[in-house]
């Protein structure tokens, strides 16, 4: 089995694939067998069944791994929606033994094995018949630790910090922050970084500026 780790973020649109990607990039680059899982996917442009434009695409085209889209994802639709709200419109039903099914197969194809999630950490997958199924549960099921990508402007560190606490009251492990649109001439950036660290007593273990093409990780960022 490969070692994992769960990409969440304190919201929608903070970065996670951009993040990701270089994440998966720096991995291959390094010379270590790095795949890309996404269990679920919106927003997508496909044609006859292929992904034409998706999160999917952007990674596996620039960490260049050796797949199509199409193989690193279990459920995709094409309005940018909830997950559970995307499955709703197309009369589809997102079974979690698919996800797990392949999310064990990806595991067997790599050594290490980047997850990104939709959406934040309460994203829902499944609410119906009384289910209250959201991303939290996939990520214990998968039994990983978690990043969280978090925007480094206005407001980060209180979005950041409900994201921990939600995450420790939920039994999560968090390996580290990762602050996306970072600016280190700005002093309100800076200071984010260091609140972030000091109130949730977890390390900032990256900054990512705006069309960075490479990313300095701590080391051991993977764990067994």
Request: hydrophobic content about 35%.
């Amino acid at each position: 089995m490969s070692k994992n780790i769960f990409i969440t973020a304190t919201g929608t649109d903070v970065g996670k694939t951009y993040v990701s990607a270089l994440i998966v990039k720096k991995m291959s680059e390094a010379g270590y067998n790095c795949g890309y899982f996404k269990p679920v996917l919106s927003g997508v442009e496909e044609n006859e069944g292929k992904l034409t434009s998706s999160d999917c695409n952007y990674v596996v085209d620039t960490a260049k791994i050796p797949v199509t889209a199409e193989e690193c994802v279990s459920y995709w639709w094409k309005e940018a929606v909830s997950p559970h709200l995307a499955a709703q419109r197309k009369s589809e039903e997102i079974k979690i033994a698919k996800i797990r099914k392949d999310f064990e197969e990806a595991s067997k194809k790599y050594d290490y094995l980047l997850i990104e999630g939709a959406g934040g950490i309460t994203c829902p997958l499944r609410l119906e018949n009384g289910e209250k199924y959201l991303l939290k549960d996939l990520i214990k099921e998968f039994n990983t630790g978690i990043i969280i990508i978090a925007d480094a402007g206005l407001g980060t560190i209180n979005s950041t910090l409900l994201t921990v606490e939600y995450a420790n009251n939920n039994g999560i492990k968090i390996e580290g922050i990762i602050l996306n649109n970072f600016r280190p001439d700005s002093f309100m950036h800076q200071d984010n970084l260091k609140q972030v660290e000091y109130l949730t007593g977890i390390k900032v273990v990256a900054t990512v500026e705006k069309e960075q093409k490479d990313i300095t990780l701590l080391k051991d960022l993977f764990k067994e």
